[in-house]
């Protein structure tokens, strides 16, 4: 008997099994096909479409910029190549400019750096895209008076402080080449070449004394070097070559001078 019961309780297990197999099954089926799962999976796939494309997005966005640097790079390296070519054979003017040499063999300035009054500027940019005819007229002007000699004096005839600075330059002093000198209020172009000079040496007022294109300073400046004794050795430092000579034309002025700087 015992062993009849063990038989169905078998039997019976085998049965349940086989219900529970048939239930999960279904279930799962159902499961697999209902609107809850339908749109779930659907949510996911596409949460996951969007994190590839992100993806991808990402990645051709970082390919484009370091196309972009690449060639910014490339266009910076051939351009300052281009520049560092372009001064080899450069020439400098009087004014201190760099000229370039031209394909029809003249020269024009090199529009960027100058100094003036120990100033450095871009004097291109300072400039509109469209330069008028007088701002031309002007620039030529100021480059022509620039080398008649390597020492400019800017001046007015009524002005006492340049009457002061022309008597010790070119009265007290023997300087070779001879100071030029350019009374502003009987040039043509007198306040024109007033304003440029304002704007590029800082000096709105005369006597405004250049040496090799940079501004020593005006009247004051020029009667403090002159009694100091320092007046030379100033103007030979900053004119280099193309100052010959500078001396005092008084022999006591010189023994004077002398004896002051010792």
Avoid: W
């Avoid at 297990?13 to 799962?37: E, G, H, K, N, P």
């Avoid at 100033?119 to 080398?147: G, M, S």
């Avoid at 070097?225 to 320092?230: A, D, E, I, P």
């Avoid at 100033?234 to 002398?258: F, H, P, Q, Y």
């Amino acid at each position: 008997m015992p062993s009849q019961r063990r038989a169905k309780a078998m039997s019976l297990l085998v049965v349940l099994a086989i219900i529970v197999t048939l239930y999960m099954t279904s279930s799962a089926r159902q499961t697999r096909t209902s609107d809850f799962y339908t749109k779930t999976q659907e949510a996911l796939q596409v949460k996951e479409y969007e994190q590839a494309a992100k993806q991808r997005d990402a990645d051709d966005v970082g390919s484009r910029l370091k196309a972009a640097e690449a060639a910014a790079k490339k266009a910076a390296e051939e351009k300052g190549q281009k520049y560092f070519d372009s001064v080899q054979g450069n020439e400098k003017s009087v004014a201190g400019r760099v000229m370039i040499n031209q394909e029809d063999g003249g020269k024009k300035p090199l529009q960027g750096v100058a100094t003036f009054g120990g100033r450095t500027r871009d004097r291109e940019a300072a400039k509109n895209d469209h330069e008028t005819p007088e701002e031309h007229q002007v620039e030529v002007e100021l480059n022509d008076i620039l080398k008649k000699s390597p020492i400019i004096i800017f001046s007015k005839t009524f002005c006492p402080h340049s009457k002061q600075a022309k008597h010790i330059l070119l009265d007290l002093y023997n300087i070779v080449p001879k100071p030029y000198v350019v009374e502003l209020d009987e040039h043509t172009l007198g306040p024109q070449l007033q304003a440029t000079l304002t704007e590029s040496t800082g000096r709105r007022t005369v006597p405004n004394i250049l040496v090799m294109g940079k501004s020593i300073g005006g009247g004051d400046e020029i009667v403090d070097l002159h009694q100091s004794g320092q007046l030379d050795d100033k103007l030979k430092s900053l004119g280099g070559a193309r100052i010959v000579e500078v001396s005092l034309k008084d022999s006591k002025s010189n023994t004077e001078m002398r004896r002051r700087r010792a």
